[in-house]
């Protein structure tokens, strides 16, 4: 019986892994079983690759990806406070559904075009040498941004903005205090840091 063929099968530089019906990952570059961790390694390393179901055929690397974050989190590598989980949840299914991956998306990019600046600015107020200006500035600009695309989100909110009428938009409002509240509480606790050394 002939084995069924990738749906669509990736490009050179795009390394495939084979799931299969014991849990087992193979990595078809390497001609050897890999775990998650080597995955989660790989990612950063920043090797592309896509998981596929070795006997349907399926694209599941979003699913793999999900599991090697849940990993990462059970070992106490907690990078998404709760309430941003929470908020997530709460988009499944709403009207702005579409838009949340790609702005989730551009704003870890904007991150990650900045994220020298953010360890160099971290790196200070560790060490206890300046005030976190840089920061601040970064953590201001994504807030923004953050705004401009709610705003975005809810055209009618935007328009009626500058009037005296309420916008009728207190969700969005009240996620954003949220977020700008938890920015707060990161700030305070950087300032702490900063004056214990």
């Known amino acids: 019986m002939a084995v069924a063929e990738d749906p669509s099968p990736p490009s050179d530089d795009i390394i495939t892994i084979k799931k299969y019906a014991n849990r087992r990952l193979y990595n078809t570059a390497t001609s050897s079983y890999v775990t998650l961790d080597h995955l989660c390694e790989m990612v950063k390393q920043g090797k592309e690759f896509q998981v596929f179901d070795a006997k349907s055929g399926e ?8 599991q090697i974050i849940f990993e990462e989190e059970s070992k106490g ?8 989980l929470r908020q997530l949840i709460t988009f499944y299914g709403d009207s702005v559904q579409n838009f949340v991956p790609s702005y989730l998306e551009m ?15 971290v790196a200070s107020a560790m060490s206890g040498k300046t005030a976190l200006s840089q920061f601040e ?15 975005m989100f809810s055209p009618f909110a935007s328009a009626s903005r500058d009037s005296s009428e309420p916008t009728g ?3 969005s409002r ?16 950087l300032d702490a840091l900063t004056k214990t050394d």
Not at 59 to 66: A, G, H, K, M, Y
Not at 143 to 150: Q, Y
Request: hydrophobic share 40%.
């Open 59 to 66: 694209d599941i690397t979003r699913s793999v990806l999900t």
């Open 77 to 84: 590598q907690n990078l998404l406070p709760i309430q941003f």
């Open 107 to 121: 704003s870890l990019a904007q991150f990650a075009r900045n994220q020298e600046q953010f360890r160099d600015a």
């Open 137 to 151: 500035t970064q953590i201001r600009n994504n807030m923004e941004m953050f705004e401009r695309a709610t705003r």
């Open 169 to 171: 938009d207190d969700h």
């Open 174 to 189: 009240a996620e954003i205090r949220d977020l700008k509240q938890q920015l707060a509480e990161m700030q305070a606790k």
